[in-house]
């Protein structure tokens, strides 16, 4: 049972959570955005990685999903001594984690490599996967100018009105060898509820992706970011009316209609299956939101076992009795 996973962000680790406790680590790998980068002091922040690989750690800051639980910022208030307050606020624990990527960068380790090292140390069995170990980085081009994502997402707090996103050095990167053989092996392939314009486009956007979802033999289920027209958290609808796109759960299975299967629908848009059905892709009506592991595990193993009743042929998907207790 290999069951892939294509994530960026908070929403979509907490399905891999799930993933991680209903299928089991050790047939889990996810390929994770890589677009959101970014360089502060010289050090090398991958946020999306990160964020993965605490929260499969059981390390994550449960409240905002990013950094570590219980993390301190004495370093933060030293800088602030100096008269310095960056908008983007790294924890002492946190540090490590880039102290440690930047070193191994600069001694030439791949991303890949250096990713694989760090979550073994935090136990993580699971395979996390940095879509491509190339410079790639999502610009923003909105009504007050161009911004890099952090600046755009943390800075800024998503208000400025986006015209259009650059993911800058995708066309010459290379997708992670790794990540298309698994894709090509896989069971079954899961887009995560991430934002489908700045977590999943920047992965499917790299030379080969997108025909290595289309080639794939496994049925792929993408999971609604969006419920009754709005975000569980982010700028995903804001962007989608900003871009043009009716922000709604039919757009979002429209935007990956050329290569999904099945489309995980919240319960509360039900009145909306027959549309998305319509388009020749199978849906699955739940509660999608996740709000504790218990929740995770379950929307986790109900998508499993909705691909397996997508695959032609029956393989053990997950069952909720085989659960560990602290799900
Ligand atoms: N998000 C914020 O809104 N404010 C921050 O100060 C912040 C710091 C931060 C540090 C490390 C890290 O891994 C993530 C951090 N994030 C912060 C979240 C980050 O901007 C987002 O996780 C992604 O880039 C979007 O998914």
């Known amino acids: 049972m290999n069951v892939v996973v294509f994530t960026g962000g908070v929403g979509g680790a907490k399905l891999c959570d799930g993933l991680a406790c209903s299928v089991g680590e050790e047939h889990l790998t996810i390929i994770v955005n890589t677009a959101d980068d970014f360089e502060l002091y010289g050090l090398h922040i991958s946020p999306d990685l990160d964020t993965v690989m605490y929260t499969l750690a059981g390390i994550a800051n449960p409240v905002t999903g990013w950094g570590i639980e219980g993390d301190t910022f004495n370093n933060f208030d030293m800088l602030a001594r100096y008269g310095v307050s960056p908008w983007f606020r ?10 440690l990527r930047t070193q191994l960068l600069r001694e030439g380790m791949q991303l890949s490599a250096i990713t694989r090292l760090l979550a073994q140390r935090l136990g993580v069995k699971a395979r996390i996967l940095p879509m491509t170990d190339d410079r790639v980085r999502t610009v923003v081009d909105t009504d007050e100018g161009l911004f890099h994502f952090q600046e755009y997402f943390v800075r800024l707090r998503w208000q400025p009105e986006v015209r259009s996103l650059i993911y800058e050095g995708a066309e010459e990167a290379h997708p992670n060898d790794e990540a298309l053989r698994a894709i090509e092996t896989a069971d079954t392939i899961i887009i995560a509820p991430s934002n489908l314009y700045l977590s999943i486009d920047p992965i499917l956007a790299l030379p080969g992706m997108k025909d290595a979802l289309l080639n794939a033999a496994a049925p792929i289920i993408a999971v609604t970011p969006i419920i009754s027209g709005e ?12 871009l043009g796109v009716e922000s709604s759960a039919v757009a979002v299975a429209q935007h990956y209609a050329d290569f999904i299967n099945g489309f995980v629908l919240d319960q509360r848009d039900a009145a909306l299956e027959p549309h998305i059905a319509s388009m020749g892709i199978g849906v699955l009506v739940t509660d999608t939101l996740m709000t504790d592991r218990k929740a995770r595990a379950r929307l986790a193993c109900e998508v499993v076992n909705f691909a397996d009743r997508l695959r032609p042929e029956k393989l053990g998907g997950c069952r909720m009795d085989l659960l560990p207790p602290q799900a």
């Open 90 to 99: 790294l924890g002492d624990r946190d540090l490590a984690t880039h102290l």
């Open 231 to 242: 975000a569980v958290k982010g700028p995903a609808a804001k962007l989608m009316r900003e």
